[in-house]
């Protein structure tokens, strides 16, 4: 009879306690109490302290906070969430707990950020407070190998840039803060934040040859190099004497790209191919540039922003194909994705031109060159098939499009080929034989150069008497 | 004693048993039991594979449920089409990628975090246009309200596996599908 008493008695206390699993949160109108457990917060009812309308979608299954101009959209049972339509990962699940969408400190704080709130304290004593100055940044400037390196610290946000003339311009979209004065450190002689733009100033004679983005954590870097002299009108764009072309052997480096049934390797037949176009091309006079001269890796957005920077007229990226699929042999082109006029492409385009203003009217002029060289290309790429399935033994796999990362950005008609399967063994043994090898050199050369002929002048009709 | 008494109950039992035997035997028919209730007619999901000619393969497959929910949909969606072809096409995926999460958002966006690749475990323009491909028309066929897919690998978002751009959701390209 004790004994059940006891339990009778332990029982209540427990159903007690998990009736008040509520903790006390601090927040600038006041107290209130939110739904806990150990460090699990109940994450709808915080985000709703901070004023945000949070709705869940049944469709989607997902909740979605909106505060202002930001929104963030979680998944009960997920460690995703889109925060202002872009995808970020949570350090931790948000679950579902006795009804309740919940998550740790870490994860309430990173639904929280986007929305300017943040929760500090203890997970006891909890303080919900809006974010004061924004994201605390810091530069650092770090050698490697090659030069400078200006690292951004302390923000996920990618940075609009615009060259000014003594540096760089970073616009943020949302409100940051300096943790530190930016000093004067080798190749950087200085730097201003006003509102959510950096301003970084360097040495006479140095500019931002690229930049790109890091992760865990986040850091945004620009590589410092001296400015590139403007070429002789002779050795580069229109007033050169004669069209450039870039061609790209595909891969390199440690990046091998595919492999052939007997250890053929993609990387050394795109080189092997290349090296062959540019002798033909050059014997007829069309001046040709490699983006790699060996077995050098080299990244994908750098090989298209060479070919910018020369201001080429053709840019063809070389490869080789495989498959799961057995029977799958020819070769194929693509060109440029007709989705490349969209704003992702336009950030890839001003990433790679460090120069270029990304203000709307450059924008503007950069979309509609794209879109004129859309058609180009499709030029390019058909001439470049064509070529192909003339060679005996090739099969016409069309030309075709999807958002190749290396024909991105490029701001000339832009094609990749695929010369045929490698994982394919009788495709492969003609791939890489000298005399294989020889024949799609030859292909790739007589479609460059009849793309960049001039096309004949159409006769004009008899004048009728 | 004991022995006798043995032999007497198996003697039962056989009875016993014969009896039911041939009671279930001869039984007629039953011509008043409930008919068998009509169990829910199976649904169809529409998958996309990659065929000898790299071009997307269509394939219809039933299925005895197909979850409501976006999120919860695609992810069956996916580990339908990762389970393979029933009609004897290539693998889509060049690895045995695993569905780890799926996420829908309020703008036609689906996101799928699969397993990622072993290094250098994907090989050719063509192996990676046709998991993708296969993965977007897949889903976007399949989820009302879903327009473009972005996959995630090994939790993270990734630039590229070598030749497409991955860092955002991708629509689907008709031209990839085979006439």
Redesign the interface.
């Known amino acids: 009879m004790r004994k059940t008493l006891t339990l009778v008695l332990v029982l209540t206390v427990l159903l007690v306690a998990r009736g008040a699993a509520a903790v006390s949160v601090a927040t600038p109108k006041g107290p209130a109490e939110v739904f806990a457990r150990g460090d699990l917060f109940d994450l709808v009812e915080l985000i709703r302290l901070t004023g945000a309308e949070v709705a869940f979608?049944?469709?989607?299954?997902?909740y979605?906070a909106v505060l202002g101009a930001h929104e963030v959209?979680f998944?009960p049972?997920?460690?995703?969430?889109?925060v202002d339509?872009k995808?970020a990962?949570l350090s931790g699940p948000v679950r579902l707990l006795e009804g309740r969408t919940v998550g740790s400190l870490s994860t309430a704080n990173e639904l929280l950020a986007p929305l300017g709130w943040g929760l500090q304290g203890s997970a006891t004593t909890p303080e919900l407070a809006p974010l004061s100055a924004g994201e605390r940044i810091e530069v650092a400037v770090v050698r490697d190998e090659i030069g400078t390196l200006l690292v951004v610290r302390g923000t996920a946000q990618r940075p609009r840039m615009a060259a000014t003339k003594a540096g760089v311009s970073l616009h943020f979209d949302g409100p940051i803060a300096l943790d530190r004065p930016i000093e004067a450190v080798g190749e950087l002689e200085g730097g201003e934040l006003r509102d959510t733009t950096l301003t970084l100033r360097f040495l006479p004679g140095y500019e931002v040859a690229n930049t790109y983005q890091l992760?865990d954590p986040p850091r945004f870097v620009l590589r410092v190099a001296p400015a590139q002299k403007p070429a002789p009108a002779a050795a580069q764009g229109e007033g050169r004497g004669g069209p450039l072309v870039v061609l790209d052997p595909g891969?390199g480096g440690e990046?091998?790209?595919?492999?052939g049934p007997a250890g053929e390797l993609?990387k050394n037949l795109t080189l092997a191919v290349a090296r062959l176009t540019a002798g033909r091309l050059q014997a007829m006079g069309i001046a040709t540039r490699l983006t790699r001269e060996g077995d050098e890796g080299m990244p994908?957005h750098e090989r298209t922003a060479l070919a910018n920077r020369l201001r080429a007229d053709v840019f063809v990226s070389i490869?080789?194909?495989?498959?799961?699929?057995?029977?799958?042999r020819g070769a194929?082109t693509?060109f440029m994705n007709a989705?490349a006029s969209d704003p992702?492409a336009a950030q890839a385009a001003d990433r790679e031109n460090a120069s270029a203003s990304p203000d709307t009217v450059q924008l503007i002029l950069w979309d509609l060159a794209h879109v004129a060289n859309l058609d180009a290309s499709s030029r390019l790429a058909l001439a470049v098939q064509e070529r192909l399935n003339a060679m005996q033994e090739t099969r016409d796999?069309g030309i075709?499009?999807?958002?190749?990362?290396?024909l991105?950005g490029a701001t000339m008609p832009a094609a990749?080929v695929?010369v045929g399967?490698?994982?394919n063994p009788a495709e492969a043994a003609r791939l890489t034989s000298a005399e294989g090898q020889d024949q799609i050199a030859a292909a790739l050369a007589e479609a460059i150069a009849a793309f960049l002929r001039p096309p004949e002048p159409v006769p004009s009709p008899p004048a009728t008497p | 004693m004991n022995a006798a008494r043995g032999f007497a109950l198996a003697g039962v039992a056989l009875a016993v048993l014969l009896s039911l035997s041939c009671g279930r035997r001869q039984a007629a028919p039953d011509e008043t039991a409930a008919t068998p209730v009509p169990t829910a007619p199976p649904m169809k999901v529409v998958l996309f594979f990659p065929g000898d000619d790299t071009l997307l393969h269509r394939e219809d497959r039933e299925v005895p449920e197909l979850p409501a929910n976006g999120a919860s949909r695609v992810k069956f969606v996916m580990g339908e089409l990762l389970a393979g072809s029933q009609q004897g096409a290539p693998a889509p995926f060049p690895y045995a990628a695993t569905v780890e999460a799926a996420f829908v958002d309020n703008r036609g966006n689906a996101f799928v975090a699969l397993s990622a690749p072993p290094p250098g475990g994907v090989q050719g323009s063509a192996t990676e246009v046709g998991m993708v491909y296969a993965s977007v028309h897949s889903v976007v066929a399949n989820c009302p309200g879903i327009e473009r897919v972005q996959l995630l690998f090994g939790g993270r978002e990734v630039q590229t596996l070598g030749h497409l751009d991955l860092s955002g959701p991708l629509a689907p390209r008709p031209e990839l599908v085979a006439r």
């Open positions: 979608a049944p469709a989607a299954g997902s979605t959209q998944t049972g997920g460690s995703l969430a889109v339509g995808l990962t992760k891969h990046d091998q790209g595919a492999t993609e994908l490869h080789a194909n495989a498959s799961q699929a057995r029977g799958a194929e693509y989705d992702q796999r075709k499009q999807a958002p190749f990362v290396v991105t990749l695929e399967f490698l994982s």
